[in-house]
Nanobody, 115 residues
Framework: QVQLVESGGGLVQPGGSLRLSCVASGSFVSLYDMGWYRQAPGKQREFVARVTRDGAADVAEAVKGRFTISRDNAKKAVYLQQNSLKPEDTAVYYC?????????WGQGTRVTVSS
């Protein structure tokens, strides 16, 4: 079992930045691929970014060049640096840990981009 707790969301103006954090607890966290997904009001949850256990990172086209994902295995943490935020980035952001058939989610942190 892996438990995930996100933090760092909030209200930010367009063009602003936020850094989301996700701290994991449980065994063998470093073996998991870690990622971020988001769900906007009235929409399905969508992939945002992922970093594998080997450190390879991948981000969705919609956020490429603006969002960066990183992980710190010593702290069992994964981060999402969000720059140049747009109103369409408004969503609840969920942390994910995946390994084979095991898939864990956090409770989410809300990001609102509005002037």
């Amino acid at each position: 079992q892996v438990q995930l707790v996100e933090s760092g969301g909030g209200l930010v103006q367009p063009g602003g930045s936020l850094r989301l954090s996700c701290v994991a607890s449980g065994s063998f966290v470093s073996l998991y691929d870690m990622g971020w997904y988001r769900q906007a009001p009235g929409k399905q949850r969508e992939f945002v970014a992922r970093v594998t256990r080997d450190g390879a990172a991948d981000v969705a086209e919609a956020v490429k060049g603006r969002f960066t994902i990183s992980r710190d295995n010593a702290k069992k943490a994964v981060y999402l640096q969000q720059n140049s935020l747009k109103p369409e980035d408004t969503a609840v952001y969920y942390c994910n840990a995946a390994l084979l058939s095991n898939n864990f989610w956090g409770q989410g942190t809300r990001v609102t981009v509005s002037s």
